[in-house]
């Protein structure tokens, strides 16, 4: 199976910034779409951000204007600019891969990258 290994995360000021980076041991390009998620304690996980093979991204609402998602498909890497963040961004980001249908392809979430928004 893919591996996804994630970093980039640490505490933060609200409105401050960081960068995730989703390293991954093979080719990103085969997959339809690449994807950020996060989980805060005691909720659902919930997609951030996604960016299609083509290049088409699309944000969850509370994070639209603020959290860029881009990719480089010679590294395979996929990264998670993030700014003016609130405490309301904390959480556990994980990136997985999609196939045509929706399914994700790592089945294995892993411990993902952490991300903490306090003064």
């Known amino acids: 199976q893919v591996q996804f290994v994630e970093s980039g995360g640490g505490l933060v000021q609200p409105g401050g910034s960081l960068r995730l980076s989703c390293a991954s041991s093979g080719s990103i390009s085969r997959f339809y779409a690449m994807k950020w998620y996060r989980q805060a304690p005691g909720k659902q996980r919930e997609v951030v951000a996604t960016?299609?093979?083509?290049?088409?991204?699309n944000y969850e609402h509370s994070v639209k204007g603020r959290f860029a998602i881009s990719r480089d498909n010679v590294k395979n890497m996929v990264y998670l600019q993030m700014n003016s963040l609130k405490p309301e961004d904390m959480a556990v980001y994980y990136c997985?891969?999609?196939?045509?249908?929706?399914?994700?392809?790592?089945?294995?979430w892993g411990q993902g990258t952490p991300v903490t928004v306090s003064s």
């Open positions: 997985n891969a999609v196939d045509l249908s929706g399914t994700r392809v790592r089945d294995y």
């Open positions: 960016i299609t093979s083509s290049g088409i991204t």
